[in-house]
């Protein structure tokens, strides 16, 4: 092992002589990036580093964290069966409103590029806006009351759909469902902004090239010109629509409550809440973080070698 | 005199009002198109514009059933009553205002200078290290805020910053979206206008300043709407105690869950909070369009 590291030193020996050299030269970058890089690496890197080390201690702020191994992890999997409801939850909205989101975005924005540019203006406000209005989703709670008062109830009673009226948030088969719609609004947010301004930005003299080059539809021509040219338009978006659809937690706590009934409609980030800043089991509840970056990771790292391979 | 021509040759040359149609598009698919853009418009429309209308309700029409979508008599009195209450309360409406405007304006004016000095060398420098931190940071946004709060929690209580303003605003600077936004638009910038300014003397201080930032202001805008979004819709619930440091945004939200006898300031609260990121967004959309146009995640 001694004898490998020494020959690695020897053969990169130069590679760092004049890795240094050059680092010596650009002092000023360092300057520059320097504010930043301390900012970014105690309040980003530090505390995922912090976090992965705390999940191996049983700590609670108050005595010092003590050493457990993988004890945390084990509980976590084996013993406690809500983390279980909480994964299944988390996984159920962002299998569903993740990949529908991300399409959606794509979808309208594609549709609006055509349009004449005050139009476009106007719809774009349109799609954002409810991803950036602040808690506007508790109007939701308005739609579905649980009484027959309720808009949605009242509606469908009407109709004679249902002879009673349904508890939306209290009945654990339809909270995830509801939260599902409500977090789908909300869905077309920073990656849809990426797309209309990437789908303005292609060469329109590509699309030229295609008619003559015989594309039949307006199907060939998105598979063909414009998907290859938005690749990382796309790339940024399906970022941003994995890191929301793993982090939900504002609405399901803001519609169903904190704790819902049966915890039907508890996310990772709500146990993590819940053990956090409740409970005050601090290891534990690193312990759910990792997780929860681990899998965010995964799955990004998963989906950006898929989108590489779209219009080839 | 030469104006007058001027205007007369715009007139010649000016675009024709009905755009000749491009090849591959059938009239019926456009139009079923357009049906159901407006169809889906309406229902992304829909909770934003009931809210809007409910805050504009009177109470009698608040509980009114069948509800009517649009406000018969619309009136101003959800929200003189939401002042009403903001002035009632033990910590003055003012200094809720102070605090969420003081946080959002030095959070933002700190991440711009701070990230878009990053970003400028990441850009436009080649120094070891650039491409490896320019990854971690593009990892960095790959996770929640969530994953990051404990950690975040009791290093702040280390540095003493619970429970000051400080401990919203110092990590706002460090946000990896506005320097990745930022970087990528700087990638734009020609190297010739750098490499230009310095044959005239000026260091690295003086290109950052009077060069480049002056063109990139589009990207100025959009770091300052998503930084503003952020901290504006900021509770900070988890880091301050004290009442009169917290955010109106929290101050509004406690009025909203006053229960049903607050059903009219509670709608009205929702316009309030909402009308500034919106108002913000339609404001500058065509800027933070430019410079989402750079965004992509290259590999």
Same mark, same amino acid.
């Given at each position: 092992?001694?004898?490998?590291?020494?020959?690695?030193?020897?053969?990169?020996?130069?590679? $760092?002589?004049? #890795?240094?050299?050059?680092?010596?030269?650009?002092?000023?970058?360092? =300057?520059?990036?320097?504010?930043?890089? !301390? /900012?970014?690496?105690?309040?980003?890197?530090?505390?995922?580093?912090?976090?992965?080390?705390?999940?191996?201690?049983?700590?609670?702020?108050?005595?010092?964290?003590?050493?457990?191994?993988?004890?945390?992890?084990?509980?976590?999997?084996?013993?406690?069966?809500?983390?279980?409801?909480?994964?299944?939850?988390?996984?159920?909205?962002?299998?569903?409103?993740?990949?529908?989101?991300?399409?959606?975005?794509?979808?309208?924005?594609?549709?609006?590029?055509?349009?004449?540019?005050?139009?476009?203006?106007v719809a774009?406000v349109v799609f954002y806006a409810p991803s950036i209005a602040g808690n506007c989703y508790v109007i939701f709670s308005v739609f579905f009351r649980g009484d027959a008062y309720g808009y949605v109830n009242a509606f469908l009673q009407n109709l004679? $759909?249902?002879? #009673?009226p349904?508890?939306w948030f209290?009945?654990?088969?339809?909270? =995830?469902?509801i939260?599902?719609v409500v !977090? /789908?609004w909300m869905?077309?947010?920073?990656?849809?902004?990426?797309?209309?301004?990437?789908?303005?930005?292609?060469?329109?003299?590509?699309?030229?090239?295609?008619?003559?080059?015989?594309?039949?539809?307006?199907?060939?021509?998105?598979?063909?010109?414009?998907?290859?040219?938005?690749?990382?338009?796309?790339?940024?978006?399906?970022?941003?629509?994995?890191?929301?659809?793993?982090?939900?937690?504002?609405v399901?706590?803001a519609l169903?409550?904190?704790?819902?009934?049966?915890?039907?409609?508890?996310?990772?980030?709500?146990?993590?809440?819940?053990?956090?800043?409740?409970?005050?089991?601090?290891?534990?509840?690193?312990?759910?973080?990792?997780?929860?970056?681990?899998?965010?990771?995964?799955?990004?790292?998963?989906?950006?070698?898929?989108?590489?391979?779209?219009?080839? | 005199?030469?104006?007058?021509?001027?205007?007369?040759?715009?007139?010649?040359?000016?675009?024709?009002?009905?755009?000749?149609?491009?090849?591959?598009?059938?009239?019926?698919?456009?139009?079923?198109?357009?049906?159901?853009?407006v169809f889906v418009a309406f229902v992304m429309a829909f909770p934003i514009i009931y809210a809007v209308s409910s805050a504009l309700k009177p109470l009698d029409e608040l509980f009114k059933f069948p509800p009517k979508i649009f406000a018969q008599n619309p009136t101003l009195d959800n929200f003189s009553d939401l002042f009403v209450t903001m002035g009632k309360?033990?910590?003055?409406f003012?200094?809720?205002l102070?605090?969420?405007?003081?946080?959002?304006?030095?959070?933002?004016?700190?991440?711009?200078?701070?990230?878009?000095?990053?970003?400028?060398?990441?850009?436009?420098?080649?120094?070891?290290?650039?491409?490896?931190?320019?990854?971690?940071?593009?990892?960095?946004?790959?996770?929640?805020?969530?994953?990051?709060?404990?950690?975040?929690?009791?290093?702040?209580?280390?540095?003493?910053?619970?429970?000051?303003?400080?401990?919203?605003?110092?990590?706002?600077?460090?946000?990896?979206?506005?320097?990745?936004?930022?970087?990528?638009?700087?990638?734009?910038?020609?190297?010739?206008?750098?490499?230009?300014?310095?044959?005239?003397?000026?260091?690295?201080?003086?290109?950052?300043?009077?060069?480049?930032?002056?063109?990139?202001?589009?990207?100025?805008?959009?770091?300052?709407?998503?930084?503003?979004?952020?901290?504006w819709n900021?509770?900070?619930?988890?880091?301050?105690?004290?009442?009169?440091?917290?955010?109106l945004v929290?101050a509004l939200q406690q009025i909203q869950a006053g229960g049903i006898a607050r059903t009219g300031q509670g709608a009205a609260v929702l316009v309030v909070v909402m009308i500034v990121p919106i108002a913000i967004f339609i404001f500058?959309?065509?800027?933070?369009?430019?410079?989402?146009?750079?965004?992509?995640?290259?590999?």
């Open positions: 092992m001694k004898e490998f590291f020494h020959k690695y030193w020897v053969m990169r020996k130069f590679d $760092i002589s004049v #890795a240094w050299k050059k680092a010596k030269r650009s002092k000023n970058c360092y =300057l520059f990036l320097a504010p930043y890089a !301390i /900012l970014f690496a105690m309040f980003f890197v530090y505390p995922v580093i912090a976090s992965i080390f705390y999940s191996f201690t049983y700590y609670n702020i108050l005595e010092a964290p003590r050493f457990l191994g993988l004890q945390n992890y084990i509980s976590l999997i084996l013993e406690d069966d809500i983390f279980l409801t909480s994964i299944k939850n988390t996984l159920m909205i962002a299998i569903f409103t993740g990949p529908l989101g991300y399409i959606m975005s794509f979808l309208f924005a594609w549709l609006i590029n055509e349009l004449p540019r005050w139009v476009r203006s774009v004679g $759909i249902i002879d #009673a349904i508890l209290i009945n654990p088969t339809y909270m =995830l469902p939260c599902m !977090i /789908l869905s077309l947010g920073t990656g849809f902004l990426s797309f209309v301004a990437g789908l303005q930005g292609i060469d329109k003299s590509q699309y030229e090239a295609g008619y003559m080059d015989g594309i039949k539809n307006r199907w060939q021509e998105l598979w063909y010109i414009t998907l290859p040219n938005m690749k990382p338009m796309l790339m940024f978006g399906a970022v941003m629509s994995i890191t929301t659809a793993f982090g939900v937690c504002d399901t706590m169903c409550g904190y704790p819902s009934t049966d915890y039907a409609a508890r996310t990772i980030v709500t146990h993590l809440f819940d053990y956090g800043f409740s409970r005050f089991e601090m290891g534990y509840a690193c312990a759910i973080a990792t997780i929860l970056f681990l899998m965010m990771i995964l799955c990004n790292k998963a989906i950006q070698s898929l989108l590489r391979r779209v219009g080839t | 005199m030469s104006k007058k021509n001027k205007k007369t040759v715009e007139k010649e040359y000016r675009k024709p009002l009905v755009k000749k149609r491009k090849p591959n598009r059938s009239i019926a698919g456009d139009i079923f198109l357009y049906l159901f853009l309360s033990w910590v003055t003012s200094r809720y102070f605090n969420t405007v003081f946080i959002t304006f030095v959070g933002t004016a700190g991440h711009l200078i701070v990230a878009s000095m990053g970003a400028f060398v990441l850009a436009k420098y080649e120094f070891p290290g650039n491409a490896l931190f320019f990854r971690i940071v593009t990892v960095s946004m790959m996770f929640t805020g969530y994953v990051t709060q404990i950690p975040n929690y009791m290093l702040l209580n280390k540095l003493g910053w619970i429970d000051s303003y400080w401990a919203i605003i110092i990590p706002a600077f460090a946000s990896p979206m506005g320097l990745f936004l930022m970087k990528q638009f700087m990638e734009g910038l020609p190297t010739s206008l750098i490499e230009a300014a310095k044959i005239d003397g000026a260091n690295e201080w003086k290109v950052f300043r009077s060069i480049v930032m002056p063109n990139v202001k589009p990207a100025w805008m959009t770091l300052i709407i998503f930084s503003v979004q952020g901290l900021n509770k900070a619930a988890t880091y301050i105690y004290s009442e009169e440091k917290k955010t929290y500058s959309e065509s800027q933070i369009l430019e410079t989402m146009a750079s965004s992509g995640l290259k590999d």
